[in-house]
T-cell receptor, first 116, second 114 residues
Framework: GAVVSQHPSRVICKSGTSVKIECRSLDFQATTMFWYRQFPKQSLMLMATSNEGSKATYEQGVEKDKFLINHASLTLSTLTVTSAHPEDSSFYIC????????????FGPGTRLLVL | AQSVTQLGSHVSVSEGALVLLRCNYS??????LFWYVQYPNQGLQLLLK??????LVKGINGFEAEFKKSETSFHLTKPSAHMSDAAEYFCAVSDSGRDDKIIFGKGTRLHILP
């Protein structure tokens, strides 16, 4: 199947700093990528849909100025958590949409963010 | 709006026993339904997917699920549990019958007893 990578896998930062998380589709191009957030022992919550070459679509309740998404190429989407606070600590997972042979989302391995 | 309900946040089965993870869905349109598995500190891996073709869907690692419209269910089964099956399992439904926006259930943690 298609491979999606995320970098970094873990990051610890100080409160008030910004953190960038990369999501890459390694062997295919993805016009659409998704960003999810997962709290401990909970399900994934969709944060936003990232479309190459256009603005991301954010879900209700997600601050677009807080979580900046850039999908500059067909293989890379980035999520920047700006002015991070401890409550932003979470597991962030991206996925890429493969449209050939039907539409399927392939998920990255996730990024664990800890804000001190 | 679409939603899924997974019955049981934790399920324990003995190694070699039948695995049954329950999922009920709600959808105003014919749904696409999914089961994903998540191992600790990892992303999600697609186990299987229902897309309105055969109601019995076979997936990876010996798992299968049956779509029952009359019961609005999509339960996941495996005849014989293996220790490596211990993980978190998520049932999901896609909005508008496409795979471009997925709504996840709360997940079921599967424990395998030796």
């Amino acid at each position: 199947g298609a491979v999606v990578s995320q970098h970094p896998s873990r990051v610890i930062c100080k409160s008030g700093t910004s953190v960038k998380i990369e999501c890459r589709s390694l062997d295919f191009q993805a016009t659409t990528m998704f960003w999810y957030r997962q709290f401990p022992k909970q399900s994934l919550m969709l944060m936003a849909t990232s479309n190459e070459g256009s603005k991301a679509t954010y879900e209700q309740g997600v601050e677009k100025d807080k979580f900046l998404i850039n999908h500059a190429s067909l293989t890379l989407s980035t999520l920047t958590v700006t002015s991070a606070h401890p409550e932003d600590s979470s597991f962030y997972i991206c996925s890429a949409l493969v449209t050939r042979g039907g539409e399927t989302q392939y998920f990255g391995p996730g990024t664990r963010l800890l804000v001190l | 709006a679409q939603s899924v309900t997974q019955l049981g946040s934790h399920v324990s089965v003995s190694e070699g026993a039948l695995v049954l993870l329950r999922c009920n869905y709600s959808s105003s349109v014919p749904p696409y339904l999914f089961w994903y598995v998540q191992y600790p500190n990892q992303g999600l891996q697609l186990l299987l997917k229902y897309t309105s073709a055969a109601t019995l869907v076979k997936g990876i690692n010996g798992f299968e699920a049956e779509f029952k419209k009359s019961e609005t269910s999509f339960h996941l089964t495996k005849p014989s549990a293996h220790m490596s099956d211990a993980a978190e399992y998520f049932c999901a439904v896609s909005d508008s019958g496409r795979d471009d926006k997925i709504i996840f259930g709360k997940g079921t943690r599967l424990h395998i007893l030796p």
